[in-house]
């Protein structure tokens, strides 16, 4: 079974759209996360959520609002997007913890390459 | 605040040659220092992780030890395989949310 799973794996959009990413995890975690890849493979986190609460909201324009509707879940939607927004998109996911500070792995997703237009 | 810094690669090896890569950090305090690999198409997985000074972590024939003197933490494998060819990440977590490096691209030739 896939522990952390995201959808979709490709989004093609134009600029100006609003689109969601949805991820999921089945590993009983407490903690989840939304992380971009620029093209150059650079990886940075964008927010955290623990137990439904946001920990973790780095300087990310606010047209991206996460949602946790359940610990299971923390999706992600994007308004008015903006070239600058093409990237691949990783959902992950750890025990416990807030994010900051711990020994905790975190697990990835397959990521969503997003591509705006 | 608190950064990675990692070789830059690419980095091209022949079969069953020894692999180092290079991972120094700054940080405040004692962080938690991971390497993660992502194989082509797919997210990230941990490889190993130390989370004190002179740790050393290991997985699938990886090692990484947990220099606090040097501030350091260098990757290293001793026979590589082409099953290994991926890019790898050093990250640490201490006051901050898990920090990466910018990555470190392997390919390994038969």
């Known amino acids: 079974d896939t522990a952390v799973s995201q959808t979709p794996k490709y989004l093609v959009t134009q600029m100006g759209n609003d689109k969601s990413i949805k991820c999921e995890q089945n590993?009983?975690?407490?903690?989840m996360y939304w992380y971009k890849q620029d093209s150059k493979k650079f990886l940075k986190i964008m927010f955290s959520?623990?137990?439904?609460?946001?920990?973790i909201n780095e300087t990310v324009p606010n047209r991206f609002s996460p949602k946790s509707p359940d610990k299971a879940h923390l999706n992600l939607h994007i308004n008015s997007l903006e070239l600058g927004d093409s990237a691949v998109y990783f959902c992950?996911?750890?025990?416990?913890?807030?994010?900051?500070?711990?020994?905790?792995?975190?697990?990835f997703g397959p990521g969503t390459r997003l591509t705006v237009l | 605040g608190d950064s990675v810094t990692q070789m830059e690669g690419p980095v091209t090896l022949s079969e069953e040659a020894f692999l180092t890569i290079n991972c120094t950090y700054t940080?405040?305090?004692?962080?938690?220092l991971f390497w993660y690999v992502q194989y082509p198409g797919e997210g990230l997985q941990l490889l190993l992780k130390?989370?004190?000074?002179?740790d050393k972590g290991s997985n699938k024939g990886f090692e990484a030890t947990y220099r606090k003197e040097t501030t350091s933490f260098h990757l290293e494998k001793g026979s590589v395989q082409v099953s290994d060819s991926a890019v790898y990440f050093c990250?640490?977590?201490?006051?901050?949310?898990?920090?990466f490096g910018k990555g470190t691209r392997l390919s390994v030739i038969a």
């Open positions: 992950a996911s750890s025990l416990t913890g807030t994010g900051i500070g711990g020994t905790d792995t975190q697990y």
């Open positions: 590993l009983g975690h407490d903690t």
């Open positions: 959520y623990n137990n439904k609460e946001l920990i």
């Open positions: 940080a405040t305090g004692y962080p938690s």
């Open positions: 130390a989370t004190k000074a002179d």
């Open positions: 990250a640490l977590t201490g006051n901050t949310p898990l920090v």
